[in-house]
């Protein structure tokens, strides 16, 4: 099957990385580049983490344009390959596209204040002591676990079970499954519970029990929050956030070729 956009103004932008500034010198005269609030698409040089800067920042702004990533970062798994070959606005246009809602996290702190943050990878409750974090599960209104002892619990969508979720031993989600993954980060009782795979229409609640003792805080995506009393997930569907791929290396199949590294 052939996809085919029509994207005629593209904008540039790069982490400060000196591979990707030297990407940015090398396509200076690919494009005519406009301004990211005049663009139809954007170009992104650098890796993940960067990625993630940037569909933030369209998030906090509330204007979502389509973004084709090229990897002068580490990893690059949201990246496509790097190339100054010509052709660029070609090659974009008949990249493939994948559609991400994020995370919606109303968090609660010990002073009673509410903190509202997206996460397109995931959301991670974290000790911030010594002491073991103790934690209420609930989805969809029941109480799951009661007291989850561990270093934190987090909980990932299908874009972002291959990060902090695959080093915590969660499952990998294909990006077409609809669910998201409830995954323990070095759990100590329940010793055997090792996670579940919920829909993504789920309501999570985590609750801090023992505050005072164990202080838990939150982090969604890049941004931290101290000293947490509960925590509310669910995906907003009202919001999405596009990537595109080169045909043939697509998130999804990163994804299952994921699952057959050793």
């Given at each position: 099957?052939?996809?085919?956009?029509?994207?005629?103004?593209?904008?540039?932008?790069?982490?400060?990385?000196?591979?990707?500034?030297?990407?940015?010198?090398?396509?200076?005269?690919?494009?005519?580049?406009?301004?990211?609030?005049?663009a139809d698409a954007v170009v992104v040089l650098g890796g993940d983490g960067f990625m993630l800067h940037t569909l933030h920042d369209?998030?906090?702004?509330?204007?979502?344009?389509?973004?084709?990533?090229?990897?002068?970062?580490?990893?690059?798994?949201?990246?496509?390959?790097?190339?100054?070959?010509?052709?660029?606005?070609?090659?974009?246009?008949?990249?493939?596209?994948?559609?991400?809602?994020?995370?919606?996290?109303?968090?609660?702190?010990?002073?009673?204040?509410?903190?509202?943050?997206?996460?397109?990878?995931?959301?991670?409750?974290?000790?911030?002591?010594?002491?073991?974090?103790?934690?209420?599960?609930?989805?969809?209104?029941?109480?799951?676990?009661?007291?989850?002892?561990?270093?934190?619990?987090?909980?990932?969508?299908?874009a972002g079970s291959t990060a902090y979720n695959l080093s915590a031993n969660g499952p990998i989600l294909p990006l077409d499954s609809?669910?998201?993954?409830?995954?323990?980060?070095?759990?100590?009782?329940?010793?055997?519970?090792?996670?579940?795979?919920?829909?993504?229409?789920?309501?999570?609640?985590?609750?801090?029990?023992?505050?005072?003792?164990?202080?838990?805080?939150?982090?969604?995506?890049?941004?931290?929050?101290?000293?947490?009393?509960?925590?509310?997930?669910?995906?907003?569907?009202?919001?999405?956030l596009t990537l595109l791929f080169d045909p043939g290396h697509s998130l999804d199949e990163r994804i299952v070729t994921e699952q057959?590294?050793?």
């Amino acid at each position: 099957m052939t996809f085919r956009h029509d994207f005629k103004r593209l904008a540039l932008v790069a982490s400060e990385g000196e591979r990707a500034q030297k990407a940015v010198r090398d396509l200076a005269d690919a494009e005519d580049w406009v301004p990211l609030d005049e663009a139809d698409a954007v170009v992104v040089l650098g890796g993940d983490g960067f990625m993630l800067h940037t569909l933030h920042d369209m998030l906090d702004s509330g204007r979502l344009i389509p973004a084709f990533g090229m990897n002068r970062g580490t990893v690059g798994f949201l990246m496509n390959r790097f190339g100054t070959e010509s052709g660029l606005r070609d090659r974009i246009n008949t990249c493939r596209s994948f559609s991400v809602s994020p995370l919606l996290m109303e968090a609660t702190t010990q002073d009673g204040r509410k903190h509202i943050f997206r996460a397109i990878n995931e959301v991670s409750l974290l000790r911030e002591t010594r002491q073991t974090a103790k934690i209420e599960v609930t989805v969809n209104g029941k109480v799951r676990i009661e007291e989850l002892f561990c270093d934190g619990i987090l909980v990932a969508t299908p874009a972002g079970s291959t990060a902090y979720n695959l080093s915590a031993n969660g499952p990998i989600l294909p990006l077409d499954s609809n669910m998201l993954a409830l995954t323990p980060i070095s759990p100590f009782r329940p010793r055997r519970w090792r996670g579940a795979i919920l829909p993504d229409f789920s309501q999570i609640t985590l609750r801090v029990l023992e505050p005072t003792k164990r202080p838990v805080a939150v982090v969604a995506d890049q941004k931290e929050l101290r000293d947490i009393a509960d925590v509310q997930l669910r995906i907003d569907p009202e919001t999405v956030l596009t990537l595109l791929f080169d045909p043939g290396h697509s998130l999804d199949e990163r994804i299952v070729t994921e699952q057959f590294i050793a």
